[in-house]
């Protein structure tokens, strides 16, 4: 006897207060959440793809686009100016660009070092080949950084036949690149969530349609149009969300293997010809910028609030129709 | 309680209303709190615009009409639910909720009105057993008779304890019995204190329960007492 009792308050509670229209059943959210889901997969890849391109700019501009490359000639290659006793043309090079302001970093490349850049050129037997290498300086400059023309000329000065090589340009370049790519990634992501908006008032409209009788009994009794608008967009925003969060669970994936694949390019990490394994994947996602680890799982409330707004604005339009 | 004063209705959509017909033409007539009125007239002749009217699913297009001291034509589209919610509606063909249970369909003004659940069983009960209805309370309304269902839209109307009762055609899908028992119904609404209106074309009805009539002929009031 409890039992039927409890079984019937369940289900008056499931058919009437928790969906008074009968909405569970009417065409229209069924669909709502698969088409949702493959708009939050593209959200979410739209979002990873503007957060990515945000965060390769930031490190080209904070690497790349900070240093300079200077090149001092060997002094076969190059006229010799005299030089105090023991002191070199690199170490003349190196106390100038020392006492510049505007550099915050001198670091001399060892002959080592210069073997593995030549490597990928010369292959492995690059020091056996008795060419005249340059020393090279890597230099690192402030925000504000020095008059670039200012500093060519005194090192010319100093060791003839030295080279001054800015990243600047390029890097300037590639940030535009980044940027551009954020942008464009940003208008995606807006355009999926204006086509969900358009998808959920569709389906929305088809609720309504199908029970429009209800709705107008409501009317009749005295529902408010905030009352029907929120029985619909509750429906709604439960469709949209739960298909937020398929859509999330199926993109999560594909961003950790894009991100693992960036890796290298945004941090010190080595490059791997190998494809990452699924625990280098895992650990990819915890490397995420905390932008888009905050960001991501915003899709499905994301999805929810925009099924119950538009689903909202939808029945009020309607309604409008009625006195 | 209703006061109308030369009150025209069209209908069509906002702008083409002016090349519409008036189904309704300057009707003025009053009708005070706890009244009772039949409404009377031939097929087309307005009755159900009359009470689309009075239950606020139109406005007049001209002339005004005030319904428990609200100005139906100017008031705001936000105060008239409030309105709604203080008059009952009869309809002959019941208009029912078919997905919802008999409880559930009579529960729905109280709800609709904010009523917490743990506060309307009460009531919802109260009013099934005045109408017969305690047994079938958790069936759906399609599973009932005519009269049955009849009395549910009546427990739904009445639910509320409406300042004025409308009722179009409330016996047309009932047998002799079943309406002399919904009259009994509504007399006894009337004699509670709500203003009642029925609307009907079945004069031998109106000959067994007389009362003051308002009748309509082609839109127009040709008939008030």
């Known amino acids: ?323 | 309680m209703i006061r109308a004063e030369g009150v025209g209705l069209r209908y069509g959509e906002s702008g083409a209303e002016a090349e519409a017909p008036e189904v309704l033409q300057s009707l003025s007539f009053s009708v005070p709190g706890g009244g009772w009125r039949w409404l009377l007239g031939p097929s087309g002749a307005g009755k159900s615009s009359l009470l689309r009217l009075l239950h606020v699913q139109a406005r007049p297009t001209r002339g005004r009409l005030q319904l428990m001291g609200v100005d139906v034509g100017e008031a705001r589209r936000k105060d008239l639910p409030p309105l709604r919610r203080r008059i009952g509606m009869v309809f002959q063909d019941f208009r029912l909720v078919s997905h919802l249970t008999v409880f559930d369909n009579v529960a729905l003004p109280l709800r609709l009105a904010g009523r917490a659940e743990g506060q309307l069983r009460a009531d919802v009960t109260e009013m099934l057993r005045w109408v017969g209805l305690t047994k079938v309370a958790e069936m759906r309304p399609t599973l009932l008779s005519g009269g049955e269902q009849q009395r549910v839209a009546i427990a739904r109307a009445v639910i509320v304890r409406p300042l004025l009762l409308l009722a179009d055609e409330p016996t047309g899908n009932l047998d002799d019995v079943q309406a002399e028992r919904l009259m009994v119904l509504l007399q006894e609404m009337n004699r509670l204190g709500t203003t009642v209106i029925v609307a009907t074309h079945n004069m031998q009805l109106v000959d067994r329960h007389p009362g003051p009539a308002l009748e309509l002929a082609r839109g127009r009031l040709v008939h008030d007492g």
Not at chain 1, 125 to 138: G, N, T
């Open chain 1, 1 to 323: 006897m409890a039992r039927r009792a409890t079984r019937a308050v369940a289900a008056r509670l499931a058919t009437s207060r928790l969906d008074g229209l009968g909405l569970r059943h009417a065409p229209g959210w069924r669909v709502l959440p698969l088409i949702v889901a493959g708009m939050a997969f593209l959200a979410a890849l739209a979002l990873a793809g503007a957060q990515g391109a945000a965060e390769l700019g930031r490190h080209w501009q904070q690497g790349a686009g900070a240093t300079l490359t200077v090149q001092i000639p060997r002094p076969a290659a190059a006229p010799t100016p005299p030089v105090a006793q023991g002191e070199t043309r690199r170490d003349r090079v190196l106390t100038l660009l020392r006492g510049t302001p505007g550099i915050s970093g001198v670091r001399p490349l060892a002959e080592a070092e210069l073997s593995d850049l030549l490597r990928p050129w010369l292959g492995t037997h690059a020091e056996q080949l008795a060419l005249p290498l340059p020393a090279v300086v890597a230099v690192t400059i402030t925000t504000d950084g020095p008059d670039l023309p200012a500093l060519a000329a005194r090192l010319e000065a100093a060791a003839p036949g030295t080279l001054t090589e800015s990243h600047g340009p390029w890097v300037r370049r590639l940030g535009l690149l980044a940027r551009s790519l954020r942008l464009c990634a940003l208008a995606a992501l807006g355009l999926v969530a204006a086509v969900a908006a358009g998808i959920i008032v569709v389906a929305t409209r088809a609720a309504l349609a199908s029970r429009r009788e209800v709705v107008e009994i409501l009317h009749g009794l005295g529902a408010t149009d905030f009352y029907v608008a929120d029985r619909f967009a509750r429906r709604a925003s439960r469709a949209a969300g739960l298909g937020g969060m398929v859509g999330l669970a199926l993109a999560v994936p594909v961003v950790a293997v894009l991100a693992a694949l960036a890796a290298p390019f945004v941090s010190t990490l080595p490059i791997e010809a190998a494809l990452p394994s699924p625990a280098e994947l895992a650990a990819s996602l915890a490397r995420l910028p905390p932008t888009l680890l905050w960001s991501l799982p915003a899709v499905p409330v994301s999805a929810a609030m925009i099924g119950y707004v538009a689903a909202q604005l939808a029945v009020r339009a309607w309604l409008r129709r009625l006195p």
